[in-house]
């Protein structure tokens, strides 16, 4: 069957409109470790999912599932210590205030408990977040999407311009003076949600502002960040679906930026594929939830959920992957930065980790978003044989984000091959 019969049954059974990567769609049957294969056998070095991160069609993760399911998984109205191992487990990742879990299945439920479980501690109901942010497609947790960009606030949400080096709201200022006018921002919306009678109950972010396209932050910023939430009487919630698990060289990006949040959320890379996700935080937080909300999830804190998640756990130490991707990732935006220097499309080169990206400019002096080119690099690179997509706030951000298997070799293939495509978008 041709991808243009595949594109229209699934169109068909589907409806028109469910999002597809690249202008010519491929099917993909089978992965292992960093990679992906078509149907023809082609391989393809996968730079953009999370989710596998300890490598696509993971032999001992697959083993676990597969042997838990055959002895038992049921729902979570009967113990099971399986569950409470990876439940303790997973805590101890995280800094001392961090003692008891909510589990879930997606990015979206957690973050939604998390929410809700703020307004439950603090009694308020106003939450703050980027301009730019994504953490969720539900009905309370979409209300924080784009919110001041692509939507207007709601009553109850606010947000503020996310922190830049690349494009400051004020030009010419040192770091310091640059994060106290965001910090006033911030302050801006909480004041907002006072003044409109929904008092202050949390402000949620990624710790390295993954959606808005992992920008350069004032040095300083996430720390003062946390103290201003705090002063304000509201919950700091940590958003790691995507920072998290070592993605940044360390178990969580917070202790990178030397901050301690109330809640944490995580999810995509917990399962490596098996739909798992948890909201974290001290005890007092966590039941304080559950006698307000009665929280119940048939398919979370499962037998089959903490196989899964302790295979992961053990693959990620077995194979040092925190390390890896500190490694390896810093090797990769370096070289990333090195051949794009002096590109006209090119405006800025970061990472974090195992974590790149390529903001693409029509202009290196005007800074004008070029999310065209950010595109034409997408497809390009499909058709050299590596997987990528773009994002940012205007679609203008080359995202780089490979399982965390991704090796060295891998490396050195990626920047060879994004070099060549560099320059044919230069000539082109």
């Not at 006033?184 to 009678?197: M, P, Q, S, T, Y």
């Not at 400019?361 to 034409?376: G, I, L, M």
């Amino acid at each position: 069957m041709t991808n243009d019969q595949l594109q229209s049954r699934r169109d068909l059974v589907f409806g028109r409109g469910a999002e597809l990567f690249y202008d010519e769609p491929i099917e993909l049957v089978r992965g292992e470790g960093a990679y992906l294969y078509d149907r023809d056998g082609r391989r393809y070095v996968d730079l953009y999912n999370n989710v596998p991160c300890v490598g696509h069609g993971n032999v001992a993760v697959a083993e676990a599932m597969a042997a838990q399911q055959r002895t038992l998984n049921v729902h979570n109205r009967y113990l099971h210590g399986a569950i409470l191992d990876f439940a303790e487990r997973l805590c101890a990742t995280h800094h001392d205030g961090i003692e008891s879990v909510v589990f879930s299945c997606t990015g979206t439920e957690a973050n939604e408990v998390a929410l809700r479980m703020a307004r439950e501690v603090t009694g308020a109901r106003g939450i703050v977040c980027t301009d730019a942010a994504y953490h969720g497609s539900s009905g309370l947790v979409d209300t924080l999407t784009y919110v001041g960009q692509n939507q207007s606030p709601t009553h109850m949400v606010r947000g503020f311009p996310f922190p830049d080096l690349y494009r400051p709201l004020t030009a010419g200022l040192t770091e310091e003076a640059l994060t106290g006018v965001y910090l006033n921002r911030v302050d801006d919306a909480i004041n907002a949600l006072r003044k409109a009678g929904h008092g202050f109950a949390a402000l949620i972010i990624c710790p390295i502002l993954a959606n808005e396209g992992l920008p350069r932050v004032p040095a300083g910023f996430m720390s003062r960040l946390s103290a201003l939430v705090r002063d304000a009487g509201g919950l700091l919630i940590a958003d790691e679906v995507q920072s998290g698990y070592c993605r940044t060289g360390t178990w969580w990006a917070y202790t990178q930026e030397h901050i301690e949040p109330d809640i944490v959320v995580s999810g995509k890379p917990m399962g490596n594929g098996l739909p798992l996700a948890a909201t974290a935080a001290c005890r007092d937080y966590v039941e304080t939830f559950r006698r307000a909300t009665g929280y119940f999830n048939t398919f979370a804190s499962t037998p089959l959920q903490a196989a899964a998640g302790m295979a992961v756990m053990d693959e990620i130490e077995r194979k040092s992957l925190a390390d890896n991707a500190a490694v390896v990732g810093q090797w990769l935006s370096r070289e990333l930065a090195a051949i794009s220097e002096g590109h006209p499309y090119v405006g800025d080169v970061r990472g974090r980790g195992l974590f790149a990206s390529l903001e693409m400019v029509t202009d290196r002096a005007t800074k004008t978003p070029a999310p065209d080119a950010a595109r034409w690099i997408a497809n390009a690179m499909k058709d050299a044989g590596f997987l990528l997509s773009n994002a940012g706030t205007s679609g203008h951000v080359v995202k780089i984000r490979p399982p965390l298997v991704f090796s060295q070799q891998d490396a050195e293939a990626t920047v060879s091959a994004m070099q060549q495509t560099l320059q044919k978008l230069r000539d082109a």
